[in-house]
């Protein structure tokens, strides 16, 4: 029994330790003591949610009748590229959740440039890669292209621009002229990878190459169209109209343009993350304020700091000697769980504190169940040891069962967050169940470590009163 108490000893030691390199740090690196080399590194800064943090909160909608069905992947999918090209636009932190069947609640803390984000999140990005025969249209013009009128999604290249309609040569005129409608000879879906460079001139292009499968067709293509215009549209707006100098037979090519590196790198992120499954509206956009964050994160801190007060007090003068040892576990658990929501990482919102802080309830209800018990075999004439382990293993039953209860009911919040875009009840729920999760490790291992470290060599007998008997 000695043996397993050292060993449990050296566990929750080396456990605070850990935890203590987390918490004091912003980010932890691991090297190879031998070779300097760097093995390991991550940020582990606390993140703050955006009523916290102040930012960006914006509702998406489908932009398709109200009696069009919307498919649950093409949803999550769109989610997904939302999320990516935001990622890519430097915006950390971003939250996104899909709500009902045709909505996205999106959250972006701490972000200075919302009209970029927001132009970025109503970008289609459908990049063609179009026939423009041998008389380009300026960049800019909106045209219209044969993707997705055929039947087959790549029809055979022809060398002019295809008019809408066929007219006799000498048919009488009409009142207005069918529009042209342009050859796609590929869409953004045939490219691997794309990126910003510059040129020898210093000019920012977007480098791009091609998938094994439309290589031979982009080769066959510029080889039998030599010195006409390819033009690059996107969303049917032209935005460069090179000329085929020679046959590209490597798969790869640049679109140059007027870019600076902003606009460059914009227009990389929408082709790289590729076209939305489904078309997408802002229905309501909000900036929340960093002031009101910086008052909330106040109001907590206090209000935690006056209720960890109460709490280790009435414990100490309550239970007395075993209450400070509970105190001391109380300490060990709130050090687990602040690196452990590093970690993971936890975005911090109001309600996913409150969540903490209800937790730490949790925690010190399991101590309370434990010294009710241990008092009364201690009143039963048991020696102190024999009651430690008779106290904990009576009162074990009520501790899971409660325990269990709320974990079923963080899991039913957790599940309503995510299915209804509730990111702030997604938040309280995930705190609150780590938390929990930790307290139980706290309340069974920690604090009966603790106590027989403590109390095995006193007899209960010479001193009732530290135990409050």
Known sequence: MKNRQNTWLLVIVILIVFALWIDLSETITITNPFTNKVIFTRNVETRLGLDLRGGLQTLLEADLPADAVVSADDLKVTRQILESRSNALGVSEVVMQTAGDRRIVAEFPGINNPEEVIASLQETGLLEFVNMGTTPVPEGTIIETDYGLAESAQPEPTTEPTPAADTAPDAAPTEEAAPTVYHTVMTGAALD????????????QISFSLKPDATKLFADYTGSHINQFLAIVLDKRVISTPRIQS???????????????????SLAIQLRYGSLPIPIKIVESRTVGPTLGEESIRKSILAG????????????????????????????????TLALFKLVPVVLTLPGIAGFILSIGMAVDANVLIFERLKEELRAGRNLHTAIDLGWSRAWPSIRDANISTLITSGILFWFGSAFGASLVKGFALTLALGVGVSLFTALTVTRTFLHLVLDNIKFAEHPKWFGI
Not at 193 to 204: A, D, K, N, R, W
Not at 247 to 264: E, L, M, N, P
């Open 305 to 336: 700091s006056i209720g960890l007060i109460v709490v280790v007090l009435f414990m100490a003068l309550y239970y007395r000697l075993p209450g400070i040892v509970a105190d001391m576990a109380l300490l060990v658990y709130g050090l687990l």
């Open 193 to 204: 990878e794309v990126g910003v460079t510059q040129s020898s001139m210093g000019q920012y």
């Open 247 to 265: 046959q590209i037979s490597g798969g790869s090519g640049v679109i140059t343009g007027q870019f600076d590196y902003d606009s460059a790198n």
